[in-house]
């Protein structure tokens, strides 16, 4: 079952993280992989060189940056030309800022408007037509559990991420008939980078500790009191990823500890 060996993936925000996670866990089912991301140049070659070691997969590595359609572009036309065919898009590339909303710096809203949901709406506007052609492919976006409810001081996240969203079910209805599907997975708190800034910045904002924030903020959202770890996110992709996910279309699928239950 989930057979995806051979495929080809596309993951933005994938030098470290979910999306390292993410390239890893598909690189593990024989999926060749394109890393995308921002980092110390000597750890993303350590990063992709592993992949190929432990897997037997081609990894390679394209810098575009995620606030310059064309780069994006180009990111998409390079993974195509080398490998033939592009089967797994993952728009994962995401930045953080927490802040009141009158207090909230307008560069870090356009930012993270750009690089959370334009970014991905660039991604999926450069693989279709490829995709299309083919008669099959994969998008899944990286949502989040911000993508259905919102938290206070994440006013361009929680926006971004719903954009998210609405930008999945409007690009599943569009594809369907062509083999295709596009899918949005919701992740609660994984203790990844991001958050470990979140932590310190949900601290500064609310004047409490980090060890608080942790406790009563946090996770505070999940009732199972535990984060989420990357290798349940990998196993949902693969999932979306193979045939046996080709009516998984339009969905926001939650891996949340039961947080958006309520």
């Given at each position: ?184 997975i919701c992740p609660g708190y994984v203790r990844t980078p991001l958050v470990e800034g979140q932590i310190a910045d949900t601290a500064k904002a609310r004047g409490m500790s980090e060890e608080d924030v942790m406790r009563n903020v946090i996770l505070a959202a999940q009732p199972t009191k535990k984060f989420v770890e990357y ?32």
């Amino acid at each position: 079952m989930f057979d995806i060996k051979n495929h080809v993936a596309v993951i933005t925000g994938s030098t470290s993280g979910i999306g390292l996670a993410m390239a890893r866990g598909l690189a593990s089912q024989g999926v060749s992989v394109v890393l995308n991301g921002l980092g110390d140049a000597d750890a993303i070659e350590q990063a992709r060189a592993s992949i190929e070691a432990e897997y037997g997969v081609r990894a390679l590595y394209h810098p575009a940056n995620m606030l310059k359609p064309d780069e994006i572009a180009d990111l998409i036309a390079t993974a195509h030309s080398e490998f033939g065919r592009l089967d797994i898009v993952v728009p994962n590339a995401g930045i953080q800022q927490v802040a009141p909303v009158d207090e909230f710096p307008i560069e870090k809203w356009d930012a993270i408007i750009a690089i959370n949901l334009t970014s991905a709406f660039h991604c999926i506007r450069a693989c279709v037509p490829i995709m299309k052609k083919q008669g099959r492919g994969r998008i899944v976006n990286l949502a989040s559990a911000h993508g259905l409810v919102a938290s206070p001081f994440k006013s361009a996240y929680v926006a971004a991420k719903h954009g998210v969203i609405g930008l999945t079910k409007t690009v599943a209805l569009e594809v369907a008939q062509h083999g295709l599907t596009c899918n949005a997975i919701c992740p609660g708190y994984v203790r990844t980078p991001l958050v470990e800034g979140q932590i310190a910045d949900t601290a500064k904002a609310r004047g409490m500790s980090e060890e608080d924030v942790m406790r009563n903020v946090i996770l505070a959202a999940q009732p199972t009191k535990k984060f989420v770890e990357y290798s349940q996110l990998v196993g949902m992709l693969v999932y979306l990823a193979s045939d046996e996910g080709g009516s998984v279309n339009g969905a926001s699928l939650t891996i949340d500890g039961g947080w958006t239950a309520s």
